[in-house]
């Protein structure tokens, strides 16, 4: 569910915003380009529901905007996208089983050399929920699994639809 929280930001971001256009899912903010924007699930909390337990993650999005001007024109320009991307997540549930997308906290961020580089680099918190449902065993080896095909071009460059070789690799064996 993690990995989907933090994919369907990045889609309805992507899809939303004019600009910046680039939105991916990482950690670091040392963007090359800028504007960016980073979506990363940092942490949560957990909370005994019932019969089964939920995990409150912390979504972080990290906005790192340039302007080699002023410092003021860096928040001019980076002020709209904030707002933005808060108007398009608040109470936002991504048609996923999650609680809405509530807004925490809005930090920056921004390392000296950045600065030194004109940017600002501001996190915007968000807090969600989603129920961890019981799993079988068999289900927990699939979480675990990993397949991966692979597809080999032939001499013309050309790429079939057939995997030339197949891997299975589950994580936690040696």
């Known amino acids: 569910m993690l990995t989907d929280i933090e994919e369907k930001i990045t889609e309805r971001l992507e899809a939303k915003l004019a600009e910046p256009k680039i939105v991916g899912i ?17 942490g949560g909390k957990f909370e005994k529901v019932s019969q089964h337990y939920k995990l409150n993650p912390t979504v972080f999005v990290v906005v790192t905007f340039q302007n080699l001007r ?3 024109d860096v928040r001019k320009g980076v002020y709209p996208i904030l707002e933005a991307i808060v108007g398009l997540l608040v109470r936002n549930t991504l048609g996923l089983k999650i609680d809405p997308l ?7 961020i921004t390392e000296e ?26 289900e927990l080896v ?3 699994t990993v ?3 692979y597809y ?9 639809e057939t995997a030339d070789a197949a891997d299975e690799i ?4 040696e």
């Open 152 to 160: 080999l071009a032939a001499p013309d460059g050309s790429i079939d």
């Open 113 to 138: 050399k950045e600065a030194k580089e004109g940017k600002i680099v501001l996190q915007l918190e968000f807090e969600t929920g989603f129920v961890i449902p019981k799993v079988s065993d068999e």
């Open 147 to 149: 397949g991966l095909n």
């Open 142 to 144: 699939d979480l675990l």
């Open 26 to 42: 990482d950690e670091a903010h040392g963007a090359l380009k800028v504007p960016s924007i980073d979506v990363v699930v940092g």
């Open 102 to 108: 509530m807004p925490r906290r809005l930090d920056n």
């Open 170 to 173: 589950t994580l936690g064996e």
């Open 70 to 72: 002023s410092v003021k």
